[in-house]
């Protein structure tokens, strides 16, 4: 069993930075492409970036976010800096692993989810 727990959440002014990070335990086998989505109220989750060695990102986060992965010999963990954080980008985040293929952007594509976590921008 996968198990996604993210940390680093939190509220922030406009401008400022945050560094989300998420840990899977557990065997992804195969399956090793992570995401992040984020949803915000009254609003449908969203691709956020995703990563397997070269990160990719959502039109709305290049330049600003950037997404690393620890591929240390069993270990399944990426790390999210996000910059220049807008109001905009007040959503709770999740983290997304065991990806079966058929487009990164789409949720439906995980098998795993973690339980979010909360940032929250203010102007």
């Known amino acids: 069993q996968v198990q996604l727990v993210e940390s680093g959440g939190g509220s922030v002014q406009a401008g400022g930075s945050l560094r989300l990070s998420c840990v899977a335990s557990g065997y992804l086998g195969n399956k090793k492409y992570m995401a992040w989505f984020r949803q915000a109220p009254g609003k449908e989750r969203e691709a956020v970036a995703g990563i397997d060695i070269v990160p990719i990102y959502a039109d709305s986060v290049l330049g600003r976010f950037t997404l690393s992965r620890d591929n240390a010999k069993n270990t399944n963990t990426m790390s999210l800096e996000m910059n220049s954080l807008e109001p905009g980008d007040t959503a709770m985040y999740y983290c997304?692993?065991?990806?079966?293929?058929?487009?990164?952007?789409?949720?439906?594509?995980?098998?795993?989810w973690g339980q979010g976590t909360q940032v929250t921008v203010s102007s």
């Open positions: 997304a692993a065991g990806y079966r293929g058929g487009g990164w952007y789409r949720e439906a594509n995980y098998n795993y």
